[in-house]
């Protein structure tokens, strides 16, 4: 299946509600966060998905074909390239984001305070399937 697309982020949402580690990292949690495909250039559309969390559940994942306009507490945000390597296990997501590889946009005190659950977050990704 295709990342991203509608069935890559429905398939996500039932893995990340089956992880126990998740639902315990992120039981204080409650908000959004956009993962979103950066566009080589501004005219092209970005996809991502938006994703509904709530004391360690996901009520939604919701894919756009283009992002740009979504609103969301967080974004989370890289080339395609570098979500390939993230979804292979080849990047920490919490160093992707300090040294740069990926951006993010929103409250960074309160998304420090749950780096656990955006890791385990990041490896139910990893176990999805997709096509690259």
Known sequence: MKFPSAEWAETFRAALNDNAAYREAAAQWVGDILLRVVAATASEPAPGIHLELARGQCSAATFHADSRDVASE????????????????????????????????????????????????VETASRVPADD
């Open 74 to 121: 967080f974004v989370y945000e890289g080339t395609p390239e570098n979500w390939r390597r993230l979804r292979r296990g080849e990047i920490d997501p919490v160093k992707a984001i300090l040294d740069g590889t990926f951006k993010v946009r929103g409250n960074l005190a309160k998304m420090m305070r749950f780096t656990r659950a955006a890791k385990e977050l």
